[in-house]
Structure formats: C-alpha cells, structure tokens
C-alpha cells in the first residue's frame, strides 16, 4: 500500500521559513512525478510546485506557480523517497492546507498520467 505522509507545516510569522517533508513509502515504480498542492476553503485547488523523480541519468525538471517562483523550493531524496518543499518568504496569502502527490508519470510535463496518491495535508499557516 502506498503511503504518502506530509510534515512539517505549522505557524508561521510573514517573511519565515518553513520546510514541508513528504514521505513516500510503498511506492514500486521507479520514476513518477511528485507534486505540492494547496488549498483554502472557496478556492480551487492550486499547484504549488512539482519535480520529476525519475532516476539517475534523467532530466528531473521543476515547475512553481507563480507565486511561488524564488521564494518555494523543492527537492527531493530520490533513494529515500522523500520530497521537500522548502518555503522562504512566507506571506499570509501562502496560508493553506498542503497536499503532496505523486504520479506514475516519468516526468511531470506528462499530463496524461494522474495524481494517483495523496497525503492526507498538513496545514501552514502565515500570520502577521
């Protein structure tokens, strides 16, 4: 059974730090996509940042929302399988549930392939 477990959110103050893990066990493919979500209530789903996982010898490409870009970052540990997401500059309109997902899809520009698992999100929180 695959198990996909989300970590470190919480509270935050405007301008802070914090670094979102997101451990995949179980998982029998060796490349897939991997992706953080996030969402607030009223408001669709959205897309925060996603990296290819495929292994050595592959182009493992990034892609941010907008929003994102130069402040959000995400890594992984492709033998541990463990993906991170590390948020620098945190404003309160980053406040919301992260979901972290993964694909079976070899690069994550291959659309065709759903977000098959999900963890069950971990809340962050941005407050003045």
């Known amino acids: 059974q695959v198990k996909v477990v989300e970590s470190g959110g919480g509270a935050v103050e405007v301008g802070g730090s914090l670094t979102l893990s997101c451990r995949i066990s179980?998982?029998?493919?060796?490349?897939?996509?991997v992706a953080w979500f996030r969402q607030v209530p009223g408001k669709e789903r959205e897309a925060v940042a996603s990296i290819d996982s495929a292994g050595v010898g592959y182009v493992n490409r990034t892609t941010y929302t907008e929003s994102a870009k130069g402040r959000f970052t995400i890594s992984k540990d492709y033998p541990k399988k463990t993906f991170y997401l590390q948020m620098n500059s945190l404003k309160p309109e980053d406040t919301a549930m992260y979901y972290c997902a993964a694909s079976s899809a070899d690069y994550c520009s291959d659309a065709t392939h759903p977000f098959r698992y999900w963890g069950q999100g971990i809340q962050v929180t941005v407050s003045s």
């Open positions: 179980g998982y029998t493919f060796s490349s897939y996509c």
